[in-house]
């Protein structure tokens, strides 16, 4: 057997997540971010003690249900995540594709496929944030199930222990340094848009929007060059400001639009993720990733990260 057989290259995208904490009004404790870890750690502790009908979250919308398999709480922040997931409502006719022979249908409406997705979380003291690296399963679950099943989770498990705090997780696309190569294509910038935290933007009258259910919590600025056929936005600012994205820090996402010899171009951020391939151990049957050499492989190349 080729050695190659039992092994595949998996597409991570990266993400800055970020744990908020509400504290309760007449609190004074102070942020520490030891405590969030600490609360984290016990909240997967907390779900992994269930029974897995308790476990589990139904995605009625995707027909998709959702659990967390297990975890490792590795110290200081720093977490291995597997999630599983099932569809539904994918029953097929089946056929023997040797002899072409007919099987009928094999599954019930309610039964799924079972496919596990692994998120690798690292807490970076240089940048005081959390980076996620997930992995790319078409058939599981991304970040957007992520949060909604943790989230979930975290009021059940404020409910049940009457926790003082509430908690909620988010994830922000980790922008890619393709970012900045694709600026440096631009010989013309004329729009530059920032969107920021609406809490964060403290001029004029914004700050009465700030907290409000009604409205988004991010806004955008759009700053346009002066008139003048030779003015130009300069590249420079918009590194400046390019530095200055990512979960926890203030802008949220860039977007520019400008021109070069070959025409209009538009680049933002959002779309420009960062993402790496690996080449993990695969299991025999079925093809899903093996869990500790997706986390070393994973691990190894977060630590390189510049982010």
Known sequence: MNANDNKKRVQLYFYSMSIERTKRSAD????????????????????????????????????????LDKFTDLG???????????????????????????????????????ESTHILVRFR?????????????????????????????????????????????????????????????????????????IADFAQGDFQRFSGKNEFRTTVDISLHKSKGR???????????????????????KIAVEGSNQSGNLKIDTESIQMRHSIVVETVRKGGEVVTSDFFAKAGDFIKEMRV
Not at 87 to 104: A, H, I, L, P, Y
Not at 185 to 197: A, C, E, G, S
Not at 230 to 252: F, L, S
């Open 76 to 114: 200081d922040g720093n977490f291995n995540l597997v999630f599983k997931s099932a569809k539904s409502n994918q029953s097929r006719f089946v056929r023997d594709t040797v002899t072409m022979e007919g099987r009928g249908i094999l599954k019930k409406p309610e039964d799924g496929d079972e």
């Open 28 to 67: 004074g404790t102070p942020y520490d971010i030891s405590a969030i870890f600490v609360a984290f750690s016990q909240l997967l502790t907390s779900v992994l003690a269930k029974d897995l009908i308790n476990r589990k979250l139904d995605i009625e919308s995707k027909d998709k249900t959702i659990w």
């Open 230 to 252: 030779k003015n130009n936005i300069p590249q420079d600012i918009i590194k400046e400001v390019y530095a200055d994205t990512g979960g926890t820090k203030k802008i949220r």
């Open 125 to 197: 003291k240089d940048s005081d944030r959390f980076i996620a690296a997930c992995e790319f399963n078409y058939y599981g679950i991304g970040t957007g199930d992520t949060k909604r099943y943790l989230n979930h989770q975290f009021e059940s498990w404020q409910s049940e222990t009457e926790c003082a705090y509430s908690y909620a997780i988010s994830f922000e696309i980790l922008p890619s340094a393709d970012f900045l190569t694709e600026l440096g294509k631009m010989t013309k910038i004329n729009v530059l848009r920032l969107t920021v935290d």
